[in-house]
Nanobody, 122 residues
Framework: QVQVVESGGGLVQPGGSLNLSCEAS????????MGWYRQAPGKQREMVAA???????NYAHFVEGRFTISVNGPKNTMYLLMNNLSPRDTAVYYC????????????????WGPGTQVTVSS
């Protein structure tokens, strides 16, 4: 599985924005469909967004219209721009391959990056 490091999380007020980054060890984005996932305390991990090698994106219904996924190939980095955040978006966010990007199912990978904490609170 890919080696990635997530960053960009933090504490933000409701209605605020954050831009998460996922830096990969190599230029995997030209070969693999990748996605963002999140896991809130006491809840299962869920897929948030995915982008294919052709640039096609897919979003979970609960973030569509608020989040935007993008890739900067030369920088080996994927981003998740999150706008209009709400407390329900509070979670640890992870990036990883997204083999089930069309159905937004979460793969049973055993290897995940450290994630980045996003906390939305006033």
């Amino acid at each position: 599985q890919v080696q990635v490091v997530e960053s960009g999380g933090g504490l933000v007020q409701p209605g605020g924005s954050l831009n998460l980054s996922c830096e990969a060890s190599g230029n995997i984005f030209k070969d693999k469909t990748m996605g963002w996932y999140r896991q809130a305390p006491g809840k299962q991990r869920e897929m948030v967004a995915a982008v294919t090698t052709f640039g096609r994106s897919n979003y979970a219904h609960f973030v569509e219209g608020r989040f935007t996924i993008s890739v900067n190939g030369p920088k080996n980095t994927m981003y998740l721009l999150m706008n209009n955040l709400s407390p329900r978006d509070t979670a640890v966010y992870y990036c990883n391959e997204a083999p089930f990007w069309a159905t937004m199912d979460v793969p049973t990978f055993t290897s995940w990056g450290p994630g980045t904490q996003v906390t939305v609170s006033s």
